[in-house]
């Protein structure tokens, strides 16, 4: 039960991912009041719709697969192109049907209010499917209700009663509500992955400054070949950040060792070898460091 509630789970979980084109094709097979050619498959409910369509991008594909499906061949009312036309005939009523637009004062295809979606379905007239559009003089005040849709005649007015007015408020705060909620959890949503975004360019940074550390304390090959480290080095030790004074011998671990103009620092660290080169104002640059911690304030 656990696992079949958590697999549950999963699959509704899928909806947030759907967009309204698909979700209208899975209403298609959940049954609608349509005066359209039957496309209902005995067996194929609600719950089997929902499962099957996870399972693929588009209705038309599962459609395809429903064809070559021993389980679902004989269910098919029809051929699969006649069956696929009458799909589409039902769908054309989800994806097209009228609607008012009240900036522009005229009647519209649904489908305007979602530009970026390919709503297009071959083979078909969508006008003789879903009607003409009523003239732009009539579609206000149908839309208002002030004339009858079908024969453009005046409509008697009759005020609500309470019961009416009461439900129907009830109805629009419900909305309301559903509609806050909604753009509360985009509002989440989108937050987190602005925050997800934010670490993972973090954690990108401070993995390059972990990899550019690393190559600038990376040890020679080979302990006191000075001109293979040479090769690898700045030609100037203030790249380093730190310059030892010159001196005959490496400075022993724990001592404190000059630095031209800039803090002391201290090696606390074991070291394989000190290369020390006279000349210029920094004097000597390590070499083979092992382990080492610069202090970053003066010896305490």
Avoid at 34 to 43: A, Q, S
Avoid at 109 to 125: E, H, K, M, V, Y
Avoid at 158 to 182: F, G, V, W, Y
Wanted: charged share 25%; with cysteine.
């Amino acid at each position: 039960r656990r696992r079949a509630a958590s697999r549950a789970g999963s699959d509704l979980s899928r909806l947030d991912r759907w967009t309204p084109e698909k979700f209208a094709q899975f209403c298609v097979f959940c049954g609608t009041d349509y005066k359209e050619h039957d496309i209902h498959v005995k067996g194929f409910g609600i719950k089997t719709a929902f499962k099957v369509l996870c399972q693929h991008r588009t209705a038309e594909r599962m459609i395809d697969w429903m064809y070559t499906d021993t389980r679902w061949q004989e269910k098919l009312p029809c051929p699969k192109d006649e069956f696929i036309h009458r799909y589409r005939c039902v769908l054309a009523a989800f994806w097209h049907h009228t609607v008012f637009d009240p900036r522009r004062g005229e009647c519209v295809s649904i489908a305007a209010a979602f530009p970026d979606a390919d709503r297009s379905l071959p083979g078909l007239q969508i006008r003789s499917i879903c009607g003409e559009f009523h003239p732009k003089a009539y579609a206000a005040r149908i839309a208002k209700g002030e004339i009858d849709a079908r024969t453009h005649k005046e409509r008697s007015q009759e005020p609500l009663t309470p019961a009416e007015r009461s439900c129907i408020d009830r109805i629009l705060a419900q909305k309301r509500s559903d509609q806050r909620a909604h753009n509360f959890q985009q509002t989440l949503r989108e937050e987190a992955q602005r925050a997800e975004a934010v670490r993972a360019e973090r954690a990108s940074a401070e993995q390059a400054k972990k990899q550019a550390a690393a190559a600038a304390t990376a040890a020679p090959t080979a302990p006191g070949d000075a001109t293979a480290a040479a090769a690898g080095a700045p030609a100037d030790d203030s790249a380093y950040g730190v310059a030892f004074a010159p001196g005959p011998a490496a400075p022993a671990p724990g001592t404190c060792v000059d630095v031209i103009g800039l803090r002391p620092v201290v090696l606390v660290q074991s070291y394989r070898e000190c290369h020390l080169r006279a000349g210029g104002k920094a004097a000597g640059h390590l070499l083979g460091v092992y382990e080492h911690v610069l202090a970053k304030d003066a010896l305490e």
